[in-house]
C-alpha cells in the first residue's frame, strides 16, 4: 500500500489547515490510520489516529480541541483538519497505516510527509 500525505503548506497563527492521507495500491478500509508530526530536531511523535470505521479517535493532549481527524472509506483518505495552528505545530506531518483496526498494533506503512509552517 502507498500512503499519499498532501495539503501542509504555511500559514499564519490562529489560521486552519486541513491535511489529507490518500491511500493506493490496497483498501484500508479495515485498518486504522495515525497522524504523526516530527519537527526540526525533535523525536517524531504521535498526533492522531481514526479507527478503520471512523466511529472513534484519539490524539496527542497538544492538539485536543484544535484538531480533527476523520476519513472517508469511499475514497480511501483520512483527514486532519487543524485549526488555531500555533508555531509550536510546524513540523513535517506523516499519515500512517496501523495493522489494527482501531490502532492498538504497529503502524506498517507510512506516507512521505508534508510540510507544515505555522508563523507566529
Known amino acids: 500500500v502507498q500512503l499519499q500525505a498532501s495539503g501542509g503548506g504555511l500559514v499564519q497563527a490562529g489560521d486552519s489547515l486541513g491535511l489529507s492521507c490518500a491511500a493506493s495500491?490496497?483498501?484500508?478500509?479495515?485498518?486504522?490510520v495515525g497522524w504523526f508530526r516530527q519537527a526540526p530536531g525533535k523525536e517524531r511523535e504521535f498526533v492522531s489516529a481514526?479507527?478503520?470505521?471512523?466511529?472513534?479517535?484519539i490524539g496527542a493532549d497538544s492538539v485536543k480541541g484544535r484538531f480533527i481527524v476523520f476519513r472517508d472509506n469511499d475514497k480511501n483518505t483520512v483527514y486532519l483538519q487543524m485549526n488555531s495552528l500555533k508555531p509550536e505545530d510546524t513540523a513535517v506531518y506523516y499519515c500512517a497505516l496501523n495493522d489494527d483496526a482501531y490502532y492498538r498494533g504497529e503502524y506498517i506503512y507510512w506516507g512521505q510527509g508534508t510540510q507544515v509552517t505555522v508563523s507566529s
Open positions: 495500491g490496497r483498501t484500508f478500509i479495515n485498518y486504522a
Open positions: 481514526i479507527s478503520w470505521s471512523g466511529g472513534s479517535s
